[in-house]
Every structure is written in structure tokens, then in C-alpha cells.
């Protein structure tokens, strides 16, 4: 291989990431236009409605567990700005990333920052995604996912301590929600609202945060919290 040709490592850390990448190189050829053949035949196979208006192929790099590919798909005009892939909707494609990428990016960004999940992806596995990348496969599947937390029963058990702390910031609003706010301006008006966004840790699992967000009205704050409920917030006993 032409890649482990270039230098000669001295050291098996060297060698071995070279030869990860090579392989990771061999598997974007073969996986390229193996799923450009899929894609060609549910592009085939495809019933468009007849409202919807073909406006050819449209290119995609789309990123994989392997790097980057390119790939042509039908696509169709639904209605006035709004267009339609049918291939990206039966592969399950997460924007512009593959769903077994997507799995890693979710896991890999609900434990840490996005700068960080971006630099651990890239040291487990080679793999390419920078941050914005990441939060824009985190906002696409992030609907998806409060429907199914809304579902998740609370924990019967009460946690025995419960830490709270809690950090804010000025967020922009309406001026019709801004009536009757005290603010830092010249004539006494305000800008924006507080908005604090609050960590829950309990005693047994003091690394396991829940981010609850409160937002401040009229002196007092209303919680949001139904994920600190699930750690038996209601049920812990005061101190």
C-alpha cells in the first residue's frame, strides 16, 4: 500500500495508525460506490407523487464511519422551496451523515462538549467531524429524542443528597415580554430576561449531571425539570 510505503515508523503507534487509516481507505473505494448502487436502485424503484416535479441528481458528501464519500441522487420538488431525496429518506441518512456515524455522534456529544466529542471521535476511530457538524446532527435528531424522554417513567427511588447549583445569563426577548422589567438601560428599560441553566447531581453518581433549565418570572423561578425528576428531585428528603 502506497500509504505504509511513504515512511517508515519507528515505533508500533505510528505503524498501527497508519495502518488503520489505510484500511479506513481501502473500505471508503469499496463502500463509495456500493452505496451509490443502492441509492440507484431506490431511485428506480421510487413512485413519486404527481405533484412532485424531478429536478434530477443531486450531489452529496456524505460522511461515514470511513471519511467521506460522494454521492447522486433523484431529487424532486415537493412544493414551493421544498424538495424531497426519497434515497436519503430509506437509508435513514442524518443530513449529510450516515446513521451508524450518527449513533457515534450522539453518544459521543451527550457526554461532553462538542469540541471535545469531536476530538475523542477523532482519536477512537479516525473519524473527521467537526463541531458544527456535530451540532447540526444533534439538533436534526434532538425532536426525535424528547418525545421518547417524555415517555421515560420517574425513578421511584429517592436520591439521599442532591446537589444544586446554578449559572445565568441574559437572553434576548420580545418587548411584550419584557412589561414591567427593571433593566440596565438609560431609561430603566430591559433587553432581555435571566435564564439560568441548572446541574442536578445526586450523592451516588456525582459525574451523572441533568442540565434543568429555570427561567426567572416575577422573582421566582419555574424548573423544568423532568429529567432531575427521574432522579427522585420530588422525593429527596430536605436538609
Known sequence: M?????AQ?????????????????????LFEPMLQQRIDQIDRAYQPHPKFRPMGRRPLVLAT??????????????AEGAGH???????????????ALARLITRAAAQQPYGAASR???????????????????????PDVESWLAQVPSSSIAVPVLYVSCDGTGTP????????????????????REVSVRPDSNHARPSHLTFSQLTCQTGSYTPKCHPAGCRGLCRSPPR
Not at 9 to 29: I, N, S, V
Not at 65 to 78: A, K, S, T
Not at 85 to 99: I, V, Y
Open 85 to 99: 431525496c426519497p434515497a436519503d429518506a430509506a437509508l435513514g441518512l442524518e443530513g449529510s451523515a450516515t446513521p
Open 9 to 29: 515508523p519507528t515505533g508500533l503507534l505510528p505503524w498501527e495508525q497508519m495502518f488503520r487509516d489505510a484500511l479506513l481507505a481501502a473500505g471508503r473505494q
Open 173 to 192: 426577548m420580545r418587548k411584550e415580554e419584557l412589561i414591567g422589567r427593571k433593566g440596565k438601560q438609560a431609561d430603566g428599560s430591559a433587553k432581555t
Open 120 to 142: 475523542d471521535l477523532a482519536e477512537y476511530g479516525a473519524i473527521e467531524v467537526d463541531e458544527r457538524q456535530i451540532q447540526r446532527v444533534v439538533q436534526r435528531i434532538s
Open 65 to 78: 464511519l470511513f471519511g467521506e464519500v460522494r454521492i447522486q441522487r433523484d431529487y424532486y420538488l415537493v
Open 2 to 6: 502506497p500509504l505504509l510505503q511513504q
